[in-house]
């Protein structure tokens, strides 16, 4: 077994893989989820896509003048739009082979049914195309919310976490959602949103004793195109964009969605760099500010990306105020490395590499290896 499969799937590779023709980059997306065993379903879809660009059938006529600069993760935005019409009830033959919308027909044939919903719905689906991907996925929460475990032990102070890239902002709320670890429950232990053993091992650190001190006194993000938890048509396009087969990150993602909604996380429409910039104009003395951002790097462009570091390293802090920490969790430079948590602490700029992961999350693999 290599590496790459012994490791948790890490995603498409798409920003490497952007100079490829786009039904190679299906093709990519689709061997690596057959690897990892995920989503069989995907798979079928992206082959016979594939397929199908390579012979100038619709999805080439679907994405012709459609931007799909690398890292824009075409693929997943074309299974977007067609879960988005099983979901909404306007795909009724496509939706037998969707476990998500109660399908039971194995994938196989799949692709065949898909390709005439994309002749039906042409002009919709090519609407949706442009979109930026906005899985919000709160699996993620498990990495964050480990993170947030190891910086209570190291700082002990109560944390202002800001998230740049939110979407609905289903990650501020890491405190919100219960963890088992080591088969005791831990964050909040009433919450719907639950978490069988995601640390393979978590933090060395007294877990127990620093999620019951873990405070996070603020919490705020930031989005180009924020997704309300209460808007019906924005939860339909979260779901969305989880995987019709997974039915544990469907029912994850329905809980998560509803907990949002009794009280939604702020999430202000703004670009990164100006927002972050402005946030980290005002921090607290006894306050830790922490910066998150989960499968968020490969979406923005050169600019916008120095506009963030700018933000962060030239953030002006009292002498007396404790560090800024940016938690990124991002496909590593290296592919077969997987997804990585990295710390970068302000102001000496050192970068933690804390732990590895899946792209959804669990497991989390922790080794704060700096
Ligand atoms: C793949 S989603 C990830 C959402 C969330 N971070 C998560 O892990 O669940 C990437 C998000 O980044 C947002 N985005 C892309 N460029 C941005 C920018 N320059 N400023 C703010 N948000 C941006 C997109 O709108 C999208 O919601």
Redesign the pocket.
Known sequence: MSDSTRLPYGGADDARAGGLPVAERFRRHADALVRHRRSPLCAELMYGAAADLDAGGVVARLFAGVPVPPGSVPQLRLLAALHHLVLAGRAPALSRFYPSAGGRLAPGGAWPVARQACEQHFGWIRSRLPL???????G?ACVLFAALVWLTDRYGLPIRLL?????AG??LLADRYCYVVGGEAIGDTDSPVRFAEPWRPGPRVDVRACARRLTIHARAG??????NPRRPEHRLALMSYIWPDELERIERMRSALKLAAIAPPPVAA????A?LRRELAGGGERTLTVVW????RQ??GAD?WQAISDAVGHARQPAAAAPIVWLR?EPSDDHLAGVGLVARVSPDERDFRLAVCGDHGPPVIWREDS
């Open positions: 930026t991907v906005q899985t919000n996925e709160p993620r998230e740049i890239g939110a979407s289903l990650n930031c989005d180009l195109r924020p997704l703004e670009r990164a760099g927002w951002q989960s499968l968020f979406y923005v916008e969790m």
